[in-house]
């Protein structure tokens, strides 16, 4: 089964408007971190935001928030007043343990997002 | 603040050729790294963990010999492509963290383009 679930392989929006993409999750762990990054067509991997599974509130940074539904198992991207450079890849991934000791990164599929003008 | 540098940023030979790729970090210690590949419209498949001053942790169906990653300093993780084939072409991206309450940060990775 997949651990990290995008569900929406491309995505328009207008300029100016906000977005939300979605990412589902699944773990039995209790304690998990929950990233979001964005790859540009140049390729570099960019943090975006993290969610720890303790956290009581919502992650916030910037024009980006996540909406975390820990029941519905959901930690999707809010992109607000999106701007044209915002067109790129976005991808979810999950840190499944506790922040100490090694681990690794389950990523999802990914979302292109298109921003027009 | 977290800066990873990936070096080189695209690689074109001949097959046959070892080809090396550098990434360190700048303005932290990584005390794990972690090597990915990428293929063209696909998300990122980790290859390998490397901790500093022990051997890699290999994934599932990545063969060591084939890829050989060193993890001598804090601050630099190497992976070889040894014997390079046209099938190793590839887009290689490596991630480190210092302490696990941060976010892994990505060098900004290498297009290997094997003849």
């Known amino acids: 089964a997949q651990k990290i679930t995008q569900t929406q392989p491309g995505m328009f929006v207008q300029e100016k408007e906000a977005v939300t993409l979605d990412c589902t999750y699944d773990t039995s762990d209790p304690s998990y971190g929950l990233f979001w990054y964005k790859q540009p067509s140049s390729g570099e991997m960019i943090f975006l935001i993290y969610?720890?599974?303790?956290?009581?509130q919502n992650a916030t940074e910037g024009r980006y928030s996540l909406n975390f539904q820990k029941a519905r198992k959901s930690a999707n991207l809010v992109i607000s007043a999106s701007q044209l450079g915002d067109s790129a890849m976005y991808f979810c991934?999950?840190?499944?343990?506790?922040?100490?000791?090694?681990?690794?990164?389950?990523f999802g599929t990914g979302t292109r997002l298109k921003v027009l003008a | 603040g977290a800066v990873v540098s990936q070096h080189p940023s695209w690689v074109i030979c001949k097959s046959g050729t070892s080809v090396k790729i550098e990434c360190r970090s700048l303005?932290?210690?990584?005390?794990?790294m972690f090597w990915y590949r990428q293929f063209p419209k696909q998300s990122l498949m980790l290859m390998a963990t490397s901790n500093e001053g022990s051997k890699a942790t290999y994934e599932q169906g990545v063969e060591k010999d084939k890829f050989l990653i060193n993890h001598a300093s804090l601050t630099l993780s190497t992976l070889t492509v040894t014997s390079a084939h046209p099938e190793d072409s590839s887009f290689y991206i490596c991630?480190?963290?210092?302490?696990?309450?941060?976010?892994?940060?990505f060098g900004d990775g290498t297009r290997l383009s094997i003849l």
């Open positions: 303005d932290f210690q990584a005390t794990t």
């Open positions: 991934a999950m840190r499944e343990g506790p922040p100490s000791g090694t681990y690794k990164y389950i």
């Open positions: 991630s480190a963290r210092d302490t696990g309450y941060q976010p892994q940060h």
């Open positions: 969610q720890g599974s303790y956290d009581q």
